[in-house]
Structures are given as C-alpha cells and as structure tokens.
C-alpha cells in the first residue's frame, strides 16, 4: 500500500523554527517529485513547496520562500520540511504530498500524508 | 504567479443534480490542471489530471473538459457523498496555484 506518514508539526514561538518529516512507503520513492501543501484553519489549500524525483530542483510560494527549504533522502524514502523565521500566518495543517505520475509532476498529486498542524504563536 | 478564480463559490444542490463547477485561470496553462475534492477533516482526493482524465477509481459521473484558461467539472448526477469542497490546481508553471475552492452543500 502506498503511504505517506507525517511527524513533527506543534507549537513553535514566532520567529522559531519547526522540522516536519514524511516517511514514504509502498512506491519507488526516489522516481517521484513531491510536494507540500498547507490549510490554514477554514481555509483553503496553498501549495508551499516542491521538490523533484533527485532533490536538486525545488520551488516554494513566494508566502515561505527564503524561510522554508524542502528537502528529500531517497536512501531513507523521506521528505522534509525545514520552517524557519515562523510567523502567525503559517499556522496551518501541512500535508505532505505525492506526485501522480513518476518524472513528472504536472498530473497534480495522488497520495497525501495525514496532516500535521502547525501552530506559530506570538 | 498564475491566479484560478473559481465559480460559484458555493453551491446549494440535491442528490440527482448536475452540477458544474468553473475554474478560470489568469494566463494560459494548456491543459495542466487537477481537479480535487475535500472532506472535513481530511486530505483532499484527486479526481481529475491532465483536464480531463479522470484518476483512477473515480466514479463516471465525475467528468472534466476545457483548456487554456477555462475549466469545468462536472458532476452528472450529485450523489450523497459528493457533498464536499472542489478545488482546481493550475501545474503549468511553479507555484503550483490552487483556485479558493467551492463549496457543494444541500
């Protein structure tokens, strides 16, 4: 079964800093881009970040860029997310996200983690 | 950036009805737009990819078309558990904008 698992997420200070991880199973982890995605509470989804299938390309919103980085260890089949200079406004459930079609990520995403919330207080 | 606006916002609909749900996107984005739908409480499902193909194990009634700037989707016949929020995603060009989404209640 394909799956992605989610940790870290929590409380964090404004201006702190918070690691989110997804742990991929049941799917050639190193052939597929992914990606993250966040919802504000009783908001809609706001892509944040993605990376491709070798790591060495990523993009971000313009919301994050410069304070979020993305990241991937194919040997471990995991993604990340490292947050930092967190403000009030990235409080939000993240999920992490597959892409549908291997080596190309413009088929949308077809496997999401659980979510994780993320909580930046002042 | 690509902006999506997406048509109505909210919906008022009946089990039987068919419905469609517009997304429009600020420049062209050819044919690279999923369409998803979301469940309080839960990660969203993709429904549709490429415009117009539907993902595997969705149900028929559930079709896309369009292209360029103007997109639909369309439900051919509203059944109980399609009472959800759609979103349309434009992957033509990073970021990878989603619309703001409409709401289908009854």
């Known amino acids: 079964e394909v799956q992605l698992l989610q940790s870290g997420g929590g409380l964090a200070q404004s201006g702190g800093s918070l690691r989110l991880s997804c742990a991929a199973s049941?799917?050639?982890?190193?052939?597929?881009?992914m990606s993250w995605v966040r919802q504000a509470p009783g908001k809609g989804l706001e892509w944040v970040s993605g990376i491709n299938e070798s790591g060495d390309d990523t993009s971000y919103a313009d919301s994050v860029k410069g304070r979020f980085t993305i990241s991937r260890d194919n040997s471990e089949n995991t993604l990340f997310l490292q947050m930092n200079s967190l403000r009030g406004e990235d409080t939000a459930v993240y999920y992490c996200?597959?892409?549908?079609?291997?080596?190309?990520?413009?088929?949308?995403?077809?496997?999401w983690g659980q979510g994780t919330m993320v909580t930046v207080s002042s | 950036d690509i902006q999506l606006t997406q048509s109505p916002s909210l919906l008022s609909a009946s089990v039987g009805d068919r419905v469609i749900i517009t997304c429009r996107a600020g420049q062209g984005i050819r044919s690279y737009l999923a369409w998803y739908q979301q469940k309080p409480g839960k990660a969203p499902k993709l429904l549709i990819y490429a415009a117009t193909t539907l993902d595997r194990g969705v149900p028929s009634r559930f079709s896309g078309s369009g292209s360029g700037t103007v997109f639909t989707l369309t439900i051919s016949s509203l059944q109980p558990e399609d009472f959800a929020t759609y979103y349309c995603?434009?992957?033509?060009?990073?970021?990878?904008?989603f619309g703001p989404g409409t709401t289908v209640d009854i």
């Open positions: 049941g799917f050639n982890f190193r052939t597929y881009g």
């Open positions: 996200a597959k892409d549908h079609h291997d080596y190309w990520s413009k088929y949308g995403v077809d496997v």
């Open positions: 995603q434009q992957l033509s060009s990073y970021p990878f904008t």
